[in-house]
């Protein structure tokens, strides 16, 4: 049958809308054409949102050979790295991933949850009483700072910290305007172009810190590392080969942006919802006083705290970091009934999916009892994607936002400041548009 139907605007319109207003866009065709339709944007070509779940568990589980990721995801070169585990396939891919789960690995998250609960405790002592103040700033330091420690460790703090802030500013400058990542999509170098001038010197220095970050910890082993770092350096694959000085790169950066920013734009969702919602606050400090009471909450506590978890997962249901998930097809392909060219873009719509009312009955509503004794559908929720390119760092992120969440709970009385924040487009993700501003009535 070839492609499905899609939109009728004309590529520069479809193409403008998707950096400006995706949703818009998604929703706008969604209505017209059904949860299976096509977009076509310059310099990318052919796009086919997919957002049943049948339609995602083709995509899947389909072929990698088949469907590259890699290749979907080349818009983000610039930024990642050409050996970033996002930008490669086959077995250069599979290799990549082996290397990097080790220290994403579930039993790998005790180790980490002293620092998750350090930087979000050192953060709340900052926090002004009685002023508003935006929460998403606050919880893009709780990341950043949990993401250094657990990436770097803590034998040079100063140096972690130098990394910390250039990274900080570098994302900040690169995601200050959705219309930064139109020369990816139109396939144009940005660092060739004079206005990203200023960007481009960032990002080098960026990469030099970095670099010199490797070469002297490569130079000046510490014992018993146990930071990502060092356990990446130590790492052999199968033919005994450690990664190279680039792939420690790519991949360092991958990870300090990917576990920085998309954990902590999905936490300001949270307390905006949460705000939104005294109710559902209510239940999530109830259970904590239950289970926890006012000792720090620990990693062996969060398994005991179902609604928390819950409440996390109708959070991403609601507010994915980013609309869809793509793959790029190296020979004809079937989805739902279509008949997928070479070279099409297949995309599992992580957004519609979500807000399919037949597997979300009232997808607007923020119900954390949906997921409340019941097992988790892998091709209905997908915030972190699927199959075999499902994020590495899952365990971690969640792990993350259920204890920074439960510790702010905890520990703090907020309440909202001004209008709900709408959605906007930050780089490749969705994010609020002002964070939330709250007040801090007390801290306890």
Not at 33 to 62: H, K, N, Y
Not at 75 to 102: C, N, Q, T, W, Y
Not at 260 to 286: G, N
Not at 379 to 400: D, H, K, S, T, V
């Amino acid at each position: 049958m070839g492609l499905p139907p899609g939109s009728r605007l004309p590529k520069v319109v479809q193409t403008a809308a998707w950096v400006g207003q995706p949703l818009w866009l998604l929703e706008r065709t969604l209505r017209e054409f059904g949860p299976i339709f096509s977009l076509s944007l310059a310099g990318m070509g052919d796009m086919v949102l997919v957002a049943t779940p049948e339609a995602v568990r083709q995509v899947f589980t389909g072929d990698p050979a088949v469907l590259h990721a890699g290749q979907a995801n080349e818009l983000l070169r610039s930024f990642v790295g050409s050996r970033s585990i996002l930008l490669l396939d086959g077995p250069a891919h599979a290799r990549e991933r082996k290397l990097l789960m080790p220290p994403f690995h579930g039993e790998r998250m005790t180790a980490y949850a002293e620092a998750m609960r350090e930087a979000t405790e050192a953060s709340l002592a900052r926090w002004p009483l009685h002023k508003h103040f935006p929460i998403q700033r606050r919880m893009q330091d709780i990341t950043l700072a949990v993401i250094v420690r657990t990436v770097f460790g803590i034998s040079d703090p100063r140096g972690a910290t130098e990394i910390a802030d250039l990274l900080a500013t570098y994302i900040d400058a690169a995601t200050d305007s959705p219309w930064r990542m139109l020369p990816a999509i139109l396939r144009i170098d940005p660092n060739k172009l004079l206005p990203w001038a200023p960007l481009a010197r960032l990002k080098r220095r960026v990469d030099d810190a970095l670099l010199g970050e490797i070469r002297r910890r490569r130079a000046h082993p510490v014992a018993d590392d146990s930071s990502v770092l060092g356990m990446l350096i130590d790492a052999r694959d199968e033919d005994g080969q450690p990664m190279t000085e680039e792939e420690l790169h790519d991949e360092l950066i991958t990870l300090l942006v990917a576990g920085h920013e998309t954990t902590a734009t999905s936490l300001s969702w949270a307390f905006d919802l949460l705000l939104e919602h005294p109710a559902v606050l209510a239940r999530v400090r109830a259970e904590l006083e239950a289970q926890v009471g006012r000792r720090a909450i620990t990693a062996a506590d969060l398994a005991r705290l179902p609604y928390l978890d819950a409440t996390i997962r109708e959070v991403l249901r609601i507010h994915p970091v980013v609309p869809m998930v793509a793959r790029k097809t190296q020979a004809p392909f079937e989805v739902a009934g279509f008949d997928l060219p070479v070279g099409t873009y297949v995309c599992p719509s992580i957004r519609l999916t979500h807000m399919n009312p037949d597997v979300y009955p009232e997808p607007t509503a923020f119900r954390p009892e949906r997921f409340l004794g019941t097992k988790i559908d892998p091709y209905a929720w997908l915030p972190f994607g699927g199959g075999a390119r499902r994020c590495l760092g899952m365990a971690f992120a969640l792990f993350e936002m259920k204890l920074v969440l439960g510790t702010v709970v905890q520990r703090a009385r907020l309440h909202r400041h001004g209008p709900r924040a709408t959605i906007k487009r930050r780089g490749v993700t969705l994010s609020p548009s002002r964070g939330r501003p709250v007040v801090l009535e007390a801290r306890g």
